[in-house]
Structures are given as C-alpha cells and as structure tokens.
C-alpha cells in the first residue's frame, strides 16, 4: 500500500480493481494525550457518500497495520480511519510512562477524537473533501482494539465491586465488528487480573448492531477458558448481532494484522479473504438496510461444501 497522493489498485469481489488512495500520517491535535493522534486514511479514489469505519488496532501495532481489511475495505467504497495509538510499537512508550495505566482510556479517546475530526481528516487527504456520509459510521478492531471499538458500541467496564463504569457508547457509531476480542473478565489467569483491571467488560448494554468474528484454535493465556470466551461479546450482548466462528483460527485469525507478519501463527488466505468479504458484506448492510449483500454473503458460507466457518445470528 503507497501512501500521500499514490494509488493501488486492490481487486474487488467482482469487476475490475478499484483504485484506493492512502494517506498518512494524517494529524489530529490532541490536547492532554501527550502527543498528537497520527492516523492513516484510506479510501476509493472515487465516488460520494462514502461510509466510514474506523479502525482500533491490536496491542503494538499502528495506523500501518492491517492491510488485508484496510485495502479491500477501501475497494469496497468505506473510507478506513486507523488511528495509532500509545501502545503502539512505534511510539515505544515506556512502561512507567504515567500514561501506561490509562492507555486502555486514551485509546477510546482516539476513536471519539476521530470522530469529531472528521472535517480535519477530509480536509487534510487531497481528493476526499465532500465526499465522505456523515450518517453512516462503524467501528472496527482487532484483540485490544475490538474492545476499544466496543465500549462506542456499548460495553462497559465493571468495577471491582462489580459495577459497571461510564457509559461511553457513541450514537454516531451505527455498526461495529469485533475481531478475537476478549471475553468475561470472570476467568482470568491472575497475572491478567493484576495487570489488566479493564479487562471486566459488560455486554449487557452492547445493543448496537455487531459481527463478532472468533476462532476456535484461539487460546489466550490471558483466561483460563478455551476459544468459547472469544465469543462471549455475541453470547452476552443484546440487539441485532451476528457471530462467525472460523474453524482452526487463532488470535491472527488466518493473518488480518498484515501479509507474512511473525505474529500470524495459523497463516490462510482463504480464511483472511472469507473474513474480507463477510466483513465488508456486513458493514455495507448494515449501514445500507435496503442492501442484501449479507444475506447473499451468508448463504454462500453455509452452502458451501467445505466451509471455514459457521455463523449464528439474533436479532431481538
């Protein structure tokens, strides 16, 4: 993927490529954060209207991550908001950085500080003013990064005593997709309890509409349950959600996080490009309801003969 003013091409689903620009990093002021808030930008050369999705990404990585959703996205016509944040590699944050304990909250911070410079953004990546669909915003996220994205979705962390924090939910977030993110905090191992006290989510609360995508490989040692407490945000959470669970997945889920990165440990292209499509299917739908893009995307899954995944729906 280039990035400033430069193309490439990524093939669509169907028909000819679509030409995706990128550009970073885009800079959005970021006033008590202790730096500003770099982010990357990508979206169709062309057309209007475009719907948004942006997009947290997992513990270490940044706004350069993630290009196998990144670019097929941006070919599907999203305009792709990756933020970097303070955990990132390439920041290299200092463990007793003051700000280290808190990172959890700056990072949902980012994704609303995003959404309130959405003129920035436009403004600042040549060719995208007055086309992006103010109306029609999704998150996104991998590992931490779903549960970033979840929280403007809905979910809440629970105290010690059990109560659920601040509600931080954002009503300009119609949709949402969560990537292997974690589930109760009910089973963790005791280093994770010491270490990581937001890991206490609530789903109760989670109502806006949502695809959770799990693998069922994917073990953590962050819990002491199997691969079924990835799927804990379907499971516990009301309102209109969808669940794929990829069969021989782990934490990478075949390889979002990049092509050929160390960290992707089942490597399958076949297996990242079904999430590419069933993603993109959802997010169009369920921004767009006249589109029927999901259904069609759903049943080709289950009538497959050799499928990498079954999915679930509710809807109440």
């Known amino acids: 993927m280039s990035d400033s003013n430069n193309t490439v091409n990524v093939r669509k689903s169907a028909g000819a490529p ?14 008590g954060r202790g730096e500003d808030l770099q982010v990357r930008v990508s979206a169709p050369a062309t057309g209007g209207d475009l719907p948004v999705v942006v997009f947290s990404h997992g513990f270490g990585w940044s706004m350069n991550g993630y290009a196998p959703l990144a670019d097929f996205w941006a070919a599907q016509g999203f305009v792709v908001v990756q933020p970097t944040h303070l955990d990132s590699r390439t920041l290299g944050l200092p ?5 280290t304990p808190r ?24 060719g995208l003013g007055g086309r992006l669909d103010r109306g ?6 991998h590992s931490w990064g779903a549960q970033t994205a979840s929280t403007l979705l809905g979910a809440r962390f629970l105290d010690s005593d059990g109560v659920p ?22 089973d963790l191992t005791p280093f994770a309890a010491e270490n990581f006290p937001f890991m206490r989510p609530s789903f109760d609360t989670m109502t806006t509409p949502a695809l959770v995508v799990a693998g069922d490989h994917d073990q953590s040692h962050l819990t002491s349950r199997g691969p079924d407490w990835f799927t804990d945000p379907y499971t516990h959470s009301p309102g209109s959600k969808s669940l794929l669970t990829l069969f ?10 990049g092509y050929e990165v160390a960290e992707t ?28 893009g999901w259904k069609a995307a759903v049943a080709l899954l289950e009538e497959g003969s050799d499928p990498l995944g079954k999915l679930e729906s509710k809807v109440f």
Request: glycine share 8%.
């Open 18 to 31: 679509a030409t995706v620009i990128s550009a970073k990093p885009v800079v959005l002021a970021a006033p």
């Open 95 to 99: 463990a007793e950085d003051p700000r």
């Open 103 to 126: 990172i959890w909250r700056f990072r949902i911070e980012d994704l609303k500080r995003v959404l309130d410079g959405l003129d920035v953004l436009e403004a600042s990546v040549p």
């Open 136 to 141: 029609r915003i999704a998150v996104a996220g």
């Open 165 to 186: 924090g601040e509600d931080m939910s954002d009503p300009r977030v119609k949709a949402g997709v969560l990537l292997a993110m974690a589930g109760l905090g009910d």
């Open 248 to 257: 021989g997945a782990e934490h990478s889920l075949g390889g979002i996080p």
């Open 265 to 292: 440990t089942d490597e399958s292209p076949a297996r990242v490009a079904l999430i590419q499509q069933l993603t993109s299917a959802f997010l169009r739908s369920a921004l767009y309801t006249e589109d029927s």
